[in-house]
């Protein structure tokens, strides 16, 4: 079994924290892996995708990007 077929019931994550309070964060689905985002902390935080140089996320933190099972 390969890699991609092992993880294709999971998807992406972009979370971010949202206007809605302090434990209140948002998501975005990815359509790249895990592994080909980097995130940069600073005064803005921003999440790049490595396999293209796009900024997909420039703004307030904590942001997270993680991997979750998709929902059915």
């Not at 809605?20 to 935080?45: M, N």
């Not at 921003?46 to 396999?51: I, P």
Request: glycine share 6%; aromatic share 8%.
């Amino acid at each position: 079994m390969s890699q991609p077929d092992f993880f294709n019931d999971q998807v992406t994550i972009l979370r971010i924290p949202s206007w809605l309070g302090r434990d209140v964060h948002e998501e975005r689905e990815l359509p790249l892996t895990l592994g080909d985002y980097k995130v940069t902390p600073g005064d803005r935080w921003t999440v790049t995708s490595l396999k293209t140089n796009e900024v997909v996320y420039n703004g307030i933190g904590p942001v997270d990007v993680v991997r979750e099972r998709a929902k059915a």
